[in-house]
């Protein structure tokens, strides 16, 4: 293993002062509504529901603001009104959008091959899902960005910390340690930027993703995973009868992930289970496709399809949309 030069392991302290700095013009803390008129207790109310900068208060319909106990509408549409003034939630112009695409931070998979088709890596303010059947690197891919994340960015790292959501108990910490070697930390430094959480229903799920506010709100995040997304659905609704449910419940997770992803920049990576698809046609020697329907494939900026090849390869299909290339192709790796 090659070692650091002093200078270089300075660098893998997590997160420098100036960089914080920086990244604190992303979001306003909910807390400068008290200058606007609004009461400390109503601001108190909106972080026990895991609310904690203006621009996720503008994420949220008034509808929901008032299902929060202790807020009126009249409350909700004064705040409303509040939280317009300090944050610019309307137009703007191309290239003030091109300046917040700066702040895009790409992080490396650790595969060479695999960056170069992501243009450098995942990236954050958006959701990259990996599918395929077990043992096809979905997890293995999650714990090895546990730790590129907290590379400097000088090192294709995302000098940050990870947030790990584990639905399917696959989360092993002895298995970060040869990863972290291998980059050069300290493997014990690596792991106590991690906070884990192992859900157990989906409601669950979600609850965790409302506990990351006050996290991400306070401490320097730059990864979300999630393995798996679909696992607790298909679990806690069964049959056809249920499925429109589990549907609309499924996509309000998806976009809290995609307002997390936004709001603090940060990227977010789930794994994603498959099943049998029988319209696949003879010629497929193994059809499989994707869990979660459309509602998942439209919530994801980049799907990876996992598939395993001779012994330990394993193979990787990109699946990009739109929002990822210009013209939507179709890219195949060996890792």
Known sequence: MLALKAEEQSQLQLVEREEIDDEEDLFEAIDKLTSHGINAGDVKKLQDAGIYTCNGL???????????????????????????????????????????????????????????LLGGGIETRAITESFGEFRSGKTQLAHTLCVTTQLPTSMRGGNGKVAYIDTEGTFRPDRIIPIAERFGMDPGAVLDNIIYARAYTYEHQYNLLLGLAAKMAEEPFRLLIVDSVIALFRVDFTGRGELADRQQKLAQMLSRLIKIAEEYNVAVYMTNQVI????????????????????????????????????????????????????????????
């Open 58 to 116: 503008m994420m949220h319909t008034k509808k929901s603001l008032t299902g929060i106990k202790g807020l009126s509408e009249a409350k909700v549409e004064k705040i409303c009104e509040a939280v317009e003034k300090i944050v610019n939630f309307g137009y703007i112009t191309g290239s003030d959008a091109l300046l917040k695409r700066k702040a895009v931070v790409r992080i490396t998979t650790g595969s060479q091959a695999l960056d170069e």
């Open 276 to 335: 049998a698809d029988p319209g696949g046609g003879v010629f497929i020697s193994d059809p499989k496709k994707p869990a979660g329907g459309h509602v998942l494939a439209h919530a994801a900026t980049i799907r990876l399809m996992f598939r395993k090849g001779k012994g330990e390869q394993r193979v990787c299909k990109f699946l990009l949309t739109e929002a990822s290339f210009p013209d939507n192709s179709r890219w195949n790796c060996r890792c």
